[in-house]
């Protein structure tokens, strides 16, 4: 049972243009809500996160959208460069409970390419 | 702080033939995983541990053990490989929320 849903599968945006990537989750009692970004060959590498608690948090280029009535949440690239060009994971998890905040649970991931 | 290291990192097993892929941190994290990457399934959690001497499974757990005997070290064994078992394997140490991944291990089963 896949508990994080991820859309699209790949991506193709052109340089300067904005790249959405959508996620859903089932579990109510998820609390913690990670954007991983992935390059060939490395391990995956937090690049921003939110809790349920507040609906948009931004880090630079980088946003994340957070809908609680819907289960759902979202990123945003905003003027997307070549180099943001990487696979880009959701997950969630719960940070409450002694073992819980270590099971995160994945999206299928998303291929960006970003067009010079 | 090297963070998480893992080792090999690449591994060509043939089916029946058992190996350890290694994982270790140096940043005294109590939490430590081990995640499956594959083609369009994300990451999948196959054991997890809160501590020296503590550990459970995850979702895909079947075919693998881990142990926990110190803070910095987590190995997954593989008993007997199977071709299913064709992965990219990830270990991971977690504070505050937060998971450190390391390199991956590429681990291909004849």
């Known amino acids: 049972q896949q508990q994080v849903k991820q859309s699209p599968q790949s991506l193709i945006v052109q340089k300067g243009g904005i790249s959405i990537i959508n996620c859903a989750y089932e579990?109510?009692?998820?609390?913690?809500f990670p954007w991983y970004q992935q390059f060939p060959g490395k391990g995956p590498a937090l690049l921003i996160a939110?809790?349920?608690?507040?609906s948009e948090k931004k880090e630079g280029r980088f946003t994340i959208s957070f809908n609680k009535s819907a289960k759902q949440f979202s990123l945003h690239i905003m003027d997307s460069q070549p180099g943001d060009s990487a696979t880009y994971f959701c997950?969630?998890?719960?940070?409450?409970?002694?073992?819980?905040?270590?099971?995160?649970?994945f999206g299928e991931g998303t291929q960006l390419t970003v067009n010079p | 702080n090297a963070g998480v290291t893992q080792t090999p990192k690449f591994q060509v097993l043939k089916t029946g033939q058992s190996m350890t892929l290694q994982c270790a941190q140096d940043?005294?994290?109590?939490?430590m995983s081990w995640y499956r990457q594959d083609p369009g399934m994300g990451l999948r959690l196959i054991h997890y541990?809160?501590?020296?001497?503590?550990?459970d499974q995850g979702e895909v757990p079947n075919g693998y053990n881990v142990s926990r005997s110190t803070t910095e070290d987590f190995p997954l064994r593989l008993l007997s490989a199977a071709p299913s078992q064709t992965s990219v394997y990830f270990c991971?140490?977690?504070?505050?929320?937060?998971?450190?991944f390391g390199p991956g291990t590429r681990l291909t089963v004849l």
């Open positions: 991971a140490s977690r504070s505050r929320g937060q998971q450190f």
């Open positions: 579990n109510t009692a998820f609390d913690y």
């Open positions: 939110i809790r349920p608690d507040v």
């Open positions: 997950a969630a998890s719960r940070l409450k409970g002694v073992a819980s905040g270590s099971r995160l649970t």
């Open positions: 940043m005294n994290h109590e939490y």
């Open positions: 541990s809160v501590g020296a001497g503590i550990t």
